[in-house]
């Protein structure tokens, strides 16, 4: 759509801090409600409202610094109704699904979600330029925008008992129990530390594509490397991941983190010492499996030592101010890769990179999590 590339570095830290930072607020007032599956409902359909005026924005022609702003402010409403549906589905299926099958539920969705994102992956990545028009991929926009809104109306016909409303806390109640944990946890500060640096094996992703499109010429097949390769390398390495945090989290973390970071300076080594590679897609495509298969690591190494991290009871209050402070240092640490990106991809990458190499550094200093009691 011809924006500055300014635009690229708020699109994943909008994402996804504001879909973090109002969980823990509206997690209190959702609260007060008997039948909460209505949040979500609502949230799904202006998460399909602004998908939808994406789409129809794109197929109007609308461009340049406009249409990035516009593309900005409807992202901000899709991650804020986003963060208003996570909680709500939290919540439903624990009521609606019964304990021992909620896990394979959530698998199946992801099952299900991944293969979609794989297909229409390499469909851009792998069909001739003949067989992807532009308005491929508005008309995709606009598919799923409509797919919300089917969503929300099989959701508001799932049976959902009352559930109590007492125990519910005002706001200020909870930003300071937040507070408060976070001044008191000294485990917990180095963790998020190391959260923080992480950051960056999530917003480099984007970067690596932009490059690919600068460098290539090829805008819909490097989208549609990126989804192909983030999608298989999440399904085939989420196993080992997996098996590995159980045993030591800080290690998965570390050892996901690094290789994102040793990752990003190989890239730009190449870019000096290896030009030609630089111009085919390929390139990218290994790339950004490998920088799939290291963000999953360390997603599946975060999640699974704050909850091995917490003690008795405490897992929901971990979870809810880890994720408020990150969804914070996501907008802020998201403006400054915006600036780089003036200067260049490169800068960005090497910014990136680097803290990823610090969050390795400080995830592997962190307590083993996963020792005896």
């Known amino acids: 759509m011809g924006a500055p590339m300014f635009f690229v570095g708020l699109l994943v830290p909008i994402r996804e801090a504001l879909a973090l930072i109002p969980q823990i607020l509206v ?23 602004s998908i939808l005026a994406m789409g129809l924005l794109a197929m109007f022609g609308v461009s340049g610094s406009l249409a990035g702003w516009l593309i900005i402010g409807l992202l901000v409403l899709f991650s804020c109704a986003r963060g208003v549906a996570s909680v709500a589905a939290k919540d439903t299926l624990g009521k609606t699904v019964s304990k021992g099958k909620r896990g394979k539920v959530s698998g199946y969705a992801a099952t299900l979600s991944g293969i979609v994102a794989c297909a229409v992956g390499a469909y851009f990545a792998l069909a001739p330029s003949d067989f992807r028009p ?11 925008g409509i797919s919300w809104f089917a ?41 998020l530390l190391a959260r923080a640096l992480m950051i960056a094996t999530a917003l480099v992703g984007p970067v690596y594509v932009t490059l690919a499109q600068s460098r290539t010429g090829q805008e819909l097949s490097a989208l549609g490397w990126l989804m192909l ?23 998965t973390m570390a050892m996901a983190a690094a290789i ?30 490998i920088l799939g298969i290291a963000h ?12 091995d991290l917490a003690g008795g009871d405490r897992k929901a209050e971990y979870v809810a101010v880890s994720n408020t402070l990150i969804g914070i240092l996501l907008l802020m640490i998201g403006g400054l890769v915006s600036i780089l990106l ?19 550094l400080t995830a592997y200093r962190l307590t083993h999590a ?4």
Do not use: C
């Not at 390769?229 to 290690?251: E, N, P, V």
């Not at 999953?296 to 909850?307: L, P, S």
């Open 296 to 307: 999953a690591g360390v997603r599946i190494g975060r999640k699974t030592h704050i909850v």
């Open 342 to 360: 003036s200067f260049g991809a490169e800068a960005a990458i090497a910014a990136l990179s680097t803290m990823a190499l610090l969050g390795a």
């Open 151 to 191: 969503a929300a109306t099989a959701y508001a016909r799932i049976p959902e008992l009352p559930g109590a409303t007492e125990g519910a806390r005002g706001i200020s109640d909870l930003l300071t129990a937040q507070i408060k944990l976070l001044l008191q946890d000294r485990e917990l500060q180095k963790f």
């Open 229 to 251: 390769a983030t999608g298989l390398a999440s399904t085939l390495s989420a196993s080992f991941w997996g098996a590995l945090s159980d045993y030591s989290s800080r290690a």
């Open 260 to 289: 994102a970071g040793i990752l990003g300076f190989a890239v730009l080594a190449a870019s000096y010492l290896l030009p030609a590679a630089m111009t085919h897609i390929g390139f990218y495509a290994a790339v950004l499996f």
């Open 134 to 144: 532009d308005w491929l991929l508005y008309g995709l926009l606009i598919l799923a």
């Open 27 to 49: 997690g209190g007032y959702i609260r007060h409600f008997a039948v909460r599956k209505w949040f979500w409902v609502i949230g799904s359909a202006i998460e399909g409202a």
């Open 370 to 373: 996963q020792a005896p009691d």
